[in-house]
Structure formats: structure tokens, C-alpha cells
């Protein structure tokens, strides 16, 4: 059960980014189940009717739009049929991304693109034509989602670790321009979340995060992400902006990650 009331977004529109799969999915389930109208987009269609018809099952007002988010031209087609539908847009989250694990030699020239391509500049892309479109004229909410590693070194993701440090960078940029028109933007970064292909993808690397304890002890749930998504789009968190939040358990600042002597 939400400790938040079942209408705290009635009126507000959401555009989730990725919505159709994973972290996304939970994230357009919560805003939606706490009121808020739903568009998800991303590029498979048939995960995208699929989900849609979940949250329509559960009552939500969602709709969905096919969009390679690297596209600019695509992109100004999904605002303007967000703007065709709900005739309001007040809640970003840029939560598509792409990851596979591989050395730097390993990762092609295309490879590394792609994912840089995806996460930033995707992120970049539906920023910039979401708050021209609407953000800028009534104010609102971006959210990144980004990760928590990127400010230290890590194996098998330089390309995620470089974009989402871009992410992060332009989390901080957007909250610095768009705070004068009543636009909070904030960024949060999960930890190694439970039931996803992000983590499905690390299966049979060894020292993978899946593998490593936590301060908290366990394995986080996509739950715990939307929770915080939910928290910092509601009146909960109207001071705080251009923050990135870490919803890890404590992975990110347990430096060593030694294990106590038993007592
Ligand atoms: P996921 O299930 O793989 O979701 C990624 C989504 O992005 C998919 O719905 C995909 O749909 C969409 N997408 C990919 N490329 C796209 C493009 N060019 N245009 C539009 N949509 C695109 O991932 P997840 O594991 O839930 O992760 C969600 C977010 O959390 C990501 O930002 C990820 O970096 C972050 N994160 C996850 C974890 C974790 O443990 N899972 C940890 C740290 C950070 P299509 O392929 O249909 O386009």
C-alpha cells in the first residue's frame, strides 16, 4: 500500500520513457495508480500494447507512442502526440537506456555510440522538446534515470558509466535553466534492481552487483525506484532540484564492501 494519497497526481500527465518493460513499467504503474494520465514510449510495439493494456486493466488512463528517442524528428511526433491526446504534459521521466557488459576493447565503435546515443542524448532530446512544448509554460517535473557507479571506475561499462555521467551533468544544467519556469528536474540512480533484463544482462558475470551485498542486505525491487520517482514529482520534494539520488541500499558508499566478523 502507497503511503501516498491515491490522488496525488489526478490531473497531472505523464510521458515515461522505456514505460513498456522494466524499472519504466513500474515507474508508469505508480504514477498512474496514484492518478496522474500515462503515455509510455519506446521503440518495440508489442511491448508497448501490452503494457498499456496492464495499466488500463488496473483503471490508469495510459496510452502509448512507438519512438526511437535518439531520433529528434521522432521525438517532436511523441510531444505533439502527447499534446493530441491529453492536451497537457507535466511529468518527464527519461528512463530508457541501453546496457550490455563488455570491456572497453570489447565494445564497437557503434556499440559505444548507441548507448551514449540512447541515454544522453535521448535524454537530452525529450528534455529539451518537452519543456519548449509544455514544461516552460506551466512549470513541472523531469526525472533521469541514471546510475549509481559513474563516479568511479568500473568494469564491463564504460560506455553506460561515461553517458550516465552526462546524464547527471545535464540533470544539473536542466535544473539550472528550467528552475526559473517552476521546473524541478532531479535524477535517480538505482542500484542492481531485482526482476529486470538490466540485471538479467550481468547473469554469469562474476562480482556482478546481483552478487554483492549492500549495506541494506538485499536486492532492491523496481517498487523502490517509482517510490522515489513518485517522491520527488510530489509537493514532498519541491525544494530539491537538480539532485541525483541514489536508491541503492548503500552500494555506492560502502566503499569496500568488507564483511563484519560474525558476533
Ligand atoms: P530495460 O527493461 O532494458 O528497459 C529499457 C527500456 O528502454 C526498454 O523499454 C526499451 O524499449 C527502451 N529503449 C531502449 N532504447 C530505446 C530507444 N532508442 N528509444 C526509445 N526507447 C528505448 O531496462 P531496466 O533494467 O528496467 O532499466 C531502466 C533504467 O534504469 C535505465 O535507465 C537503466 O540504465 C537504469 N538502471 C537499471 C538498473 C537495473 O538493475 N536494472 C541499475 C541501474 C540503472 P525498446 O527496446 O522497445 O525501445
Not at 109 to 115: K, W
Not at 175 to 203: C, I, K, Q, S
Not at 237 to 261: H, M, N, R
Amino acid at each position: 500500500m502507497s503511503v501516498f494519497r491515491e490522488d496525488l497526481l489526478a490531473s497531472k500527465v505523464a510521458l515515461v520513457t522505456g514505460g513498456a518493460t522494466g524499472i519504466g513499467r513500474e515507474i508508469a504503474r505508480t504514477l498512474g495508480r496514484h492518478g496522474a494520465r500515462v503515455c509510455i514510449a519506446s521503440r518495440k510495439q508489442e511491448n508497448l500494447e501490452g503494457t498499456t493494456g496492464e495499466l488500463r486493466a488496473e483503471g490508469i488512463d495510459a496510452m502509448w507512442l512507438a519512438c526511437d528517442i535518439r531520433d529528434g524528428e521522432q521525438v517532436d511526433r511523441l510531444i505533439a502526440g502527447v499534446r493530441e491526446r491529453f492536451a497537457a504534459l507535466d511529468i518527464v521521466v527519461n528512463n530508457a537506456a541501453g546496457n550490455f557488459p563488455a570491456p572497453i576493447t570489447g565494445i564497437s565503435y557503434n556499440g559505444f555510440r548507441a548507448v551514449v546515443d540512447i541515454d544522453l542524448r535521448g535524454t537530452y532530446n525529450v528534455s529539451k522538446a518537452a519543456f519548449e512544448a509544455f514544461l516552460k509554460a506551466n512549470g513541472g517535473h523531469i526525472v533521469n534515470i541514471t546510475a549509481p557507479f559513474q563516479n568511479m571506475g568500473v568494469s564491463l561499462q564504460a560506455h553506460v558509466a561515461a553517458a550516465k555521467a552526462g546524464v547527471d551533468s545535464l540533470t544539473r544544467t536542466c535544473a539550472v535553466e528550467f528552475g526559473p519556469y517552476g521546473v524541478r528536474v532531479n535524477a535517480v540512480a538505482p542500484g542492481a534492481t531485482a526482476d529486470t533484463e538490466g540485471l538479467d544482462r550481468f547473469e554469469g558475470v562474476e562480482g556482478a552487483a546481483s552478487d554483492s551485498p549492500c549495506p541494506l542486505g538485499y536486492v532492491g525491487s523496481k517498487q523502490d525506484i517509482a517510490n522515489m520517482v513518485l517522491v520527488l514529482v510530489s509537493e514532498a520534494a519541491s525544494y530539491v532540484t537538480g539532485q541525483v539520488i541514489a536508491v541503492d541500499g548503500g552500494t555506492s558508499i560502502d566503499l569496500f564492501k568488507l564483511s563484519l566478523p560474525e558476533s
